[in-house]
């Protein structure tokens, strides 16, 4: 919007990157730096015409949005409020009654609430509107290879996601294994950093996931079959994408919307499995573009794994070739900017008559 010449547009950025491994949690420091932010947005509130909000599913950051959406209503801004992962529902439903009822009542403000797939509709049923909702997939860059992809050597297979015990990197290990012992050439290549989510549980069952998978990577049959290779970005990922056969993302994580790392793998021609769970099921076409695979189905799992990577060629390049395809019609970085621009003027009204 910023580069709209009739649009000016003022950030209010409230994420504060910390060090510690682990998210969900409040810390004094965030709390400063967000009323800072807030009282920076209030400040900047007269004159605009719309309120755009990443919109937070836990209470402490519903807090934060009601600081932001209730001033915008006060003033009569449109306010637009956009969840860009899923867990709204759970969120809403594990509230009591009071905090379910400030929520219901401060949502139904919004002129519009965007979620990324027709899946995620649900999240919000319970503002009993549905003509307030609005489907807006992600889009991710062109990360394309020249190289078309070939099955000489082994399979390999990619996991790129923040290694959370909920995202599924521990099942995907355990069906190399599997694979392994079968006597297929298969690796595993994780790229991500070891993560605790306050939403998946103790901390104590992240610890042993970790451990457990470190002692696989001991094992002399896993050894250089599973290679952790940490925080990969921008031309290192896109490399990796490149270089593999298959992205695999067996997650249950409660917060998961549309996951990125899905799309980018199909913008690189790559077929996914992954769970059915949350809005994947609109992502992938099973069986044409990748595989769908039920959750705590582990046989069901490293049966998919198995299947693709003894696929022919002509099967195999079929699913590269839809994948890509599913990516050109649908999660381009220029459609998704385009689909906001019309959302967002729509509701502002702004037309590019309007002076600055």
């Given amino acids: 919007m910023s580069n709209k010449r009739y649009c000016k547009t003022t950030v ?3 994420n504060l990157e910390s060090s510690v491994a682990k998210t969900g949690t409040l810390q004094l420091n965030k709390l400063l730096f967000l009323l800072r932010q807030i009282t920076f947005a209030w400040w900047s509130l007269p004159g605009k015409h719309l309120v755009y909000i990443v919109i937070s599913s836990s209470f402490l950051g519903f807090l934060k949005d009601a600081f932001l959406i209730w001033p915008a209503v006060l003033l009569g801004k449109p306010c637009v409020l956009h969840l860009h992962g899923g867990g709204y529902a759970g969120f809403y439903g594990n509230a009591g009654k009071l905090q379910r009822f400030c929520i219901r ?37 062109d ?28 099942e995907a290990a355990k069906a190399i294994k599997s694979l392994l012992l079968e006597g297929l050439d298969v690796e595993l290549h994780l790229c991500g950093k070891f993560l605790y989510s306050a939403c998946e549980g103790a901390p104590s069952d992240s610890q042993t996931a970790r451990e457990e998978f470190e002692r696989m990577l001991d094992d002399p049959t896993l050894r250089g079959r599973i290679v952790h290779h940490g925080i990969v970005m921008m031309q ?32 690189s021609g790559l077929p996914v499995i992954a769970n059915v769970h949350a809005g994947i099921p609109d992502m992938i076409a099973d069986g044409k573009t990748g595989f769908l695979v039920a959750k705590n189905q582990d046989d069901n799992l490293t049966h998919a794994m198995r299947k693709i990577a003894c696929m022919g060629t002509a099967e ?27 959302c967002l003027s729509s509701m502002s009204n702004i037309k590019e008559s309007v002076s600055p």
């Avoid at 519009?112 to 319970?126: C, K, N, W």
């Fill in 12 to 14: 209010v950025d409230t």
């Fill in 105 to 141: 009542h401060t949502l139904r403000r919004a002129s519009g609430v965007i979620v990324l797939g027709e899946l995620l509709r649900e999240q919000f049923s319970f503002l009993k509107d549905s003509d307030k909702i609005i489907v807006i997939p992600n889009g991710v860059h």
């Fill in 143 to 170: 990360v394309s290879s020249s190289n078309a992809r070939t099955l000489d050597g082994p399979f390999r297979f990619v996991f790129l996601s923040n290694l959370m015990v909920s995202k599924g990197y521990l």
């Fill in 236 to 267: 290192e990922k896109d490399d990796i994408l490149a270089s593999s056969h298959c992205l695999l993302l067996p997650t249950q994580y409660p917060g998961e919307g549309q996951p990125l790392c899905i799309l980018e793998a199909m913008a």
């Fill in 316 to 342: 195999f390049e079929s699913l590269c070739h839809n994948a890509r395809d599913a990516y050109e019609r649908q999660y381009t970085l220029g459609l998704h900017l385009q689909r906001m621009d019309n």
